[in-house]
């Protein structure tokens, strides 16, 4: 079953994880629906998370997505990436665990 939402951050970054501490100094995720969108991503980094390793891609407005190591292997085998600079693909959001990462679409489905 798909994703139907995904949390994100005051300025349009997406959360890979969502705290349940917002007493804490956490900020509340915003839920957005999960829809498919086309973009041209760079790679940014990297980022260890609680349970996860994470590559950091942005986009051209400057929001950051972050996305696991296996849907960056499916990204690099089936897409490519040109000095860290994807062409315009179609993404969406996908959750394993109680994590989220942005993923790439194969031809757009």
Same mark, same amino acid.
């Given at each position: 079953?798909?994703?139907?939402?995904?949390?994100?951050?005051?300025?349009?970054?997406?959360?890979?994880?969502?705290?349940?501490?917002?007493?804490?100094?956490?900020?509340?995720?915003?839920?957005?629906?999960?829809?498919?969108?086309?973009?041209?991503? @760079?790679?940014?980094?990297?980022? $260890? +998370? !609680?349970?996860?390793? /994470?590559?950091? #891609?942005? %986009?051209?407005?400057?929001?950051?997505?972050?996305?696991?190591?296996?849907?960056?292997?499916?990204?690099?085998?089936?897409?490519?990436?040109?000095?860290?600079?994807?062409?315009?693909? @179609?993404?969406?959001?996908?959750? $394993? +665990? !109680?994590?989220?990462? /942005?993923?790439? #679409?194969? %031809?757009?489905?």
């Amino acid at each position: 079953m798909p994703l139907e939402e995904a949390p994100y951050d005051n300025d349009g970054n997406l959360l890979s994880y969502v705290s349940r501490y917002y007493d804490r100094g956490y900020q509340a995720p915003i839920m957005q629906p999960n829809v498919p969108f086309k973009a041209v991503m @760079t790679l940014d980094g990297i980022q $260890r +998370g !609680q349970s996860s390793a /994470l590559f950091i #891609l942005k %986009n051209e407005q400057g929001r950051k997505f972050p996305m696991f190591m296996s849907q960056m292997a499916d990204l690099l085998q089936r897409a490519g990436m040109a000095g860290g600079k994807t062409d315009e693909l @179609t993404w969406h959001v996908v959750k $394993r +665990g !109680q994590n989220y990462s /942005l993923a790439y #679409l194969l %031809n757009g489905f």
